[in-house]
């Protein structure tokens, strides 16, 4: 484009060098429209937009930026869901384990009972029969 708009002012009798800097400054300035009309063209809105005195400035909002930080903060709530039902399941895990060692506890010693008693009781069969 810069090319074109050289030799167009050349060949129409201006300057060689004053042609040179205002093809050079339109090209930027096509390169700049173009740009924001791609960026426009995808979607993106503009955030901020102004000509001062350093030039055209125009800010638009990051919205893969936003969309990520959403999702990000989506992830993160699940994964703290997910950790606090973890933490019940273990929580509910470890006191059904205290009770299932405390049921087994007492039936293992019912049993030892159980069988000291009848022993015991054959004990004191013999120590009778034995005085008889």
């Known amino acids: 484009m ?3 708009a050289f030799g167009y002012l050349v ?3 201006h300057d060689p060098v004053t042609s040179l800097i205002t093809a050079l400054v ?3 300035a096509v ?3 173009s740009g924001i009309a791609e960026r ?3 979607g ?3 955030k901020q937009g102004g000509v001062g005195p350093d030039g055209v ?3 638009f909002e990051d919205s893969i930026a936003e969309a990520l930080e959403q999702v990000n903060d989506r992830v993160d709530r ?3 869901d997910l950790n606090k039902a973890l933490r019940d399941v273990e929580h509910s895990f470890d006191e059904r384990l205290v009770e299932v060692e405390r049921a087994l506890s007492e039936r293992i010693r019912t049993v030892e009972q159980s069988r000291v008693i009848p022993s015991a009781e054959r004990e004191r069969r013999l120590d009778d029969e034995a005085q008889e």
């Open 2 to 4: 810069a090319i074109a």
């Open 11 to 13: 060949v129409a009798g």
């Open 26 to 28: 339109a090209d930027a």
């Open 31 to 33: 390169i700049v429209l």
């Open 40 to 42: 426009r063209w995808r």
């Open 44 to 46: 993106d809105k503009v």
């Open 57 to 59: 400035n125009v800010t």
């Open 78 to 80: 699940h994964v703290a």
